[in-house]
């Protein structure tokens, strides 16, 4: 088959790989019909999280299930599904209490309660590191779907493939990201990052009850679509000042919510990427450090953006001093995703407008280029197989 290899920074190839088959009980293999590339898969490409082998990549999938392990009685073959990126037995503490991405089980070489830097991570993650388990992603044309009785969740025929794919990561994670915060109705939320997540987040923030949405980002193209799609207000922090502006507009006090959506990958000057190799740090806390002044006091912040590696100078003062609520993590798909898929379903919520490119699987290298690069205008490129 084919399949979407990460062999080394900056290097994507399309592959012919061998076809997965079913390794236990508990396993699909699906016939995948549409991926899409995460800003996460970005983490790879640029080498902020390191691997070492080539790596079929991609979260974010969905398809037709063609091959059932015998322990599987939920699903069929024909059955049309969508994948949650966390890899999750359904069984252990963590699953029992509705944290997936900590799940005990799917990570068997790496996993640990540290959460340390090079090792001690969370649950396994679809096409996300061996440090995340080493499982093949979905940007191919097959995928093999282990603890299948846990994750999928089949799509009604009424939505495209496109309605239903963000379903796996990007409006879950947006959605938590404002669940995190506890709305009661008006608050003013801003969120930092108009890429898909943060696009996803300022959605979710009008359908939890704020009363103003404002996204944050410097690229004029992520701006407007967040406009278009969002229907928010929006700051370009590369000609105004965004901490100033946001508490001026808020009588001072600051957003009641602040949602980082960037994570280590914001815009950094060359005298912070220097200081970054001498401190070992990989990426910046910017966004983080603007979410913290630009939240009111007694406010939230919410990180969905990935970190990762330890980072000097946190702000641990002034969050003490302003007494902060700060969440962060990935998103617990499987507990979030059946009532997401319902306000699809309902049309609550429209999720494929933010979808700026669709190109067949052997364009992928393209695709990261310019999905990296901030080139063509690209917000989301979807792969079809």
Not at 161 to 179: K, N, S
Request: charge should be negative; charged fraction near 25%; glycine fraction near 10%.
């Amino acid at each position: 088959m084919k399949a979407v290899r990460f062999h080394m920074p900056k290097v994507m190839k399309v592959d012919n790989v061998p076809d997965p088959g079913i390794e236990d009980a508990r396993d699909i293999i699906l016939k995948v019909t549409s991926t899409a590339i995460c800003g996460s898969d970005l983490h790879i490409y640029n080498g902020k999280i390191p691997q070492i082998e080539n790596l079929i990549v991609g979260h974010e999938f969905m398809g037709e299930v063609v091959e059932t392990g015998k322990a599987i009685t939920n699903l069929k073959k024909g059955d049309r599904v969508v994948v949650p990126f966390p890899i999750s037995c359904g069984q252990c503490f963590f699953c029992q209490h509705d944290l997936y991405p900590h799940c005990e089980n799917s990570n068997e070489k790496h996993y640990g309660p540290e959460g340390a830097l090079l090792d001690q991570k969370g649950a396994a993650l679809f096409g996300y590191t061996n440090l995340y388990g080493g499982y093949a992603g979905g940007q191919a044309e097959y995928v093999r779907v282990p603890f299948a009785d846990v994750g999928p969740r089949k799509v009604p025929d009424m939505l495209t493939d496109e309605q239903a794919l963000f379903l796996t990561d990007i409006f879950p994670t947006g959605y938590i990201a404002v669940d995190w915060a506890n709305l009661k109705g008006g608050e003013t939320v801003v969120v930092f990052g108009c890429g898909p997540v943060g696009i996803m987040a300022q959605k979710s923030a009008w359908l939890k009850g704020a009363g103003r949405v404002i996204g944050v980002d410097i690229q004029p193209y992520r701006l407007k679509k967040a406009q278009e799609s969002a229907n928010s207000e929006v700051i370009n922090a590369a000609e105004q000042d965004v901490i100033q502006l946001v508490r001026d507009m808020t009588q001072g006090r600051g957003a009641d919510v602040c949602i980082d959506a960037v994570g280590m990958e914001a815009d950094r000057t060359i005298l912070e990427k220097a200081l970054n190799t001498i401190r070992l740090q990989a990426g910046t806390t910017n966004v983080l450090e603007n979410c913290f002044s630009a939240v009111r006091r007694g406010g939230v912040v919410s990180v969905v953006g990935v970190y990762g590696s330890y980072y000097d100078k946190f702000p641990l003062g002034q969050f003490f001093d302003k007494g902060l609520i700060m969440r962060a993590g990935q998103a617990p798909v499987q507990a979030y995703i059946d009532t997401l898929l319902k306000l699809v379903e309902d049309g609550k919520v429209v999720l494929d407008d933010i979808i700026t490119h669709k190109l067949p699987l052997s364009e992928a290298p393209h695709a990261y280029k310019i999905f990296n690069n901030k080139e063509d205008d690209c917000v989301k490129v979807v792969l079809k197989p």
